[in-house]
């Protein structure tokens, strides 16, 4: 298997099927972890020297910060019904609960923090701004959770629908090089769901020089790491595709450099 491709595990003790740290990822900025809750449940994080970003994907919870309530927070069915994540922001240096009120999928997305520097917030879905990208068999809708427009130290977060049949982070680009404002250096996870679950999806990460060059077919519930080069991603006939991005580097911009053998192309 792809050294760049994690499989969910059994849930834990804590519903958490993927735990990804800077450690275990063999980077500095970027951490993700999935759990899967049941009614009832419950979960609760310190958040140390990193921000958070708690995403209620499909479900619903009550949260609280420092006992800073955010009650009914995710009302999704499905990530497929159309509608927009519901989220809350809790800075460095603070506590986080969460109290499942039904089966909760929730995204727990964290990069370095400076302690207390913004208070904590929720980031509702009328909060979120939808985007369209690309044209053809290159369209994908976005959803702008956190962007680097918005307030926080490090983390830069965003979910993209990938219609059957089409590319998406196409044509392939990078941000592995601190070279602003033409590009900055991003970590960056994928997390990959499928409708209908039983498929797959296929992504690329390779370099310039072919220090990397994996090409991984993607299943219902998998993440993939992208340290550096370029990342694109297939949908193929039939299965529509997923997937939940969080980027974090040493500069909190998004600024990328297209493949040069694809430049003709538009994002």
């Known amino acids: 298997m792809s050294s760049l491709l ?9 519903g958490a099927v993927h735990r990804i ?5 063999g980077w500095r900025h970027v951490g993700f972890d999935l759990h899967r809750l049941a009614p009832g449940q419950a979960l609760a ?11 209620a994907l499909t479900g619903t919870a009550d949260l609280v910060v420092d006992g800073a309530d955010y009650p009914g927070v995710g009302d999704r069915r499905t990530l497929f019904d159309g509608g927009k994540p ?17 089966d909760l999928e929730l995204a727990l997305c ?6 207390r520097a913004r208070p904590a917030r929720r980031i ?15 369209t994908r809708y976005i959803h702008n959770i956190l962007p680097d427009s918005e307030p926080a130290d490090s983390l830069i977060v965003v979910e993209v629908f990938t ?30 769901r499928l409708q209908p679950a039983g498929g797959f999806a296929f992504q690329r990460v390779y370099t310039d020089d072919g220090s990397i060059d994996q090409s991984m077919a993607v299943s219902d519930g998998d993440v993939v790491l992208v340290p550096c080069g370029y990342h694109p991603v297939g949908a193929p006939h039939g299965f529509q595709l997923y997937y939940l991005n969080v980027m974090a580097g040493p500069r909190r911009e998004w ?9 003709f192309l538009t994002m």
């Open 6 to 14: 994690r499989r969910p595990t059994a849930p834990d003790a804590e």
């Open 21 to 25: 740290t800077p450690e275990s990822a």
């Open 45 to 55: 994080r310190d958040t140390g020297d990193r921000e958070l970003l708690a995403i």
């Open 86 to 102: 519901d989220c809350v922001y809790a800075p460095a240096n603070t506590r986080l609960e969460v109290h499942a009120r039904n």
């Open 110 to 115: 964290s990069a370095p923090g400076t302690p």
């Open 124 to 138: 509702a879905p009328d909060g979120i701004e939808a985007l369209t990208r690309g044209e053809g068999t290159n």
């Open 163 to 192: 219609p059957a049949g089409h590319w998406s982070s196409y044509p392939p680009h990078k941000h592995d090089t601190d070279n602003p404002p033409e590009e900055t250096q991003l970590e960056e996870t994928y997390y990959h």
């Open 255 to 263: 600024r990328f450099t297209i493949a040069p053998t694809h430049r």
